[in-house]
């Protein structure tokens, strides 16, 4: 069961037996665990063909290739694309970024390939905790309030046998975003939100560009996700203070982060 907090569970269902392989292996990265209740139904069929078709009940059967033919990753991005857009629709964005959670509260650090979110992460000192450092999913909840869920670096699948898991279900309310950049030294640089619009566009098409433009996607359908998008941006710009954090090579950014949200200075 993916339980995300925008919205309803989806349990995710093989359909034949070859899916069984590939839905078994997405439950052991994801951390997927059954759950009670109602939810919506995503059946994961192999064949020939690809994309998905929607049921009368609102559930849906997604037709992927085997996993012999494609890596899991891409795999991965076809299979949750009805979960992606169930989600883009509630409000949600997918955030090229790291995300670190202290005291039941989260910080995600958005940055492009090679900014050093991996290094950040490892950085983190108790009581922080780094629960990804690649992609976080954030959306709001029916209330507004924004939470972070992390999500699977899907490019060690493929190059290495990862045996590495995410708890995507766990989420943390959002409390600050800290746009990363590499400096001498660290310093914390508050960012207007209409700035930080186009910061989160250009990390967020980084992030979900898999899924949003797959293959055959039809031009009026791409243009309304990226509209979306854009307008999921702005909502996240007027709800959550975002900043530039410069870090430096051996300085204490976290403490940095620490004063500015009010969690104080010790660790």
């Given amino acids: ?7 309803i569970p989806w349990q995710i269902l093989a359909g034949d037996k070859p899916a069984a392989a590939i839905v078994t292996r997405l439950e052991e990265i994801m951390q997927l665990s059954p759950l009670e209740g109602p939810r919506r139904r995503l059946s994961v069929i192999t064949g020939n063909r690809s994309g998905c078709r929607k049921l009368t009940s609102g559930d849906v059967e997604v037709f992927v290739p ?5 890596t899991l990753r891409e795999i991965s991005v076809q299979l949750l694309q009805p979960i992606f857009q169930d989600f883009q629709e509630r409000g949600g964005l997918f955030i090229h970024s790291a995300l670190a959670e202290r005291d039941g509260v989260g910080v995600i650090l958005p ?4 900014v050093g979110k991996t290094t950040v992460s490892n950085r983190f000192p108790s009581p922080w905790k780094s629960l990804c450092d690649d992609e976080t999913r954030v959306a709001p909840d029916t209330r507004g309030r924004y939470w972070a869920h992390p999500w ?7 190059l290495t046998e990862s045996k590495e898991t995410w708890n995507v279900n766990h989420a943390v309310p959002l409390m600050g975003i800290f746009f990363l950049t590499k400096s001498r030294k660290d310093r914390i640089i508050p960012i207007d939100p209409k700035e930080a619009v186009g910061m989160f566009v250009e990390i967020d098409r980084q992030a979900a560009p898999g899924w949003l433009e797959l293959p055959g ?18 909502a996240l710009a007027r709800s959550v203070p975002s900043f530039v954090l410069d870090v430096g090579a051996t300085g204490r950014f976290w403490e940095k982060i620490n004063a500015v949200l ?3 200075n010790k660790i």
Avoid at 1 to 7: E, K, V
Avoid at 111 to 114: A, D, E, L, R, V
């Fill in 152 to 158: 699977p670096t899907w490019y060690n699948f493929g």
């Fill in 217 to 234: 996607t039809e031009k009026k359908p791409l243009m309304n996700r990226r509209l979306m998008r854009f307008e999921n941006a702005c």
């Fill in 111 to 114: 940055g492009s390939s090679g």
């Fill in 66 to 70: 085997s996993i012999d033919e494609l």
């Fill in 1 to 7: 069961m993916l339980l995300l907090r925008d919205g």
């Fill in 262 to 264: 009010g969690l104080g």
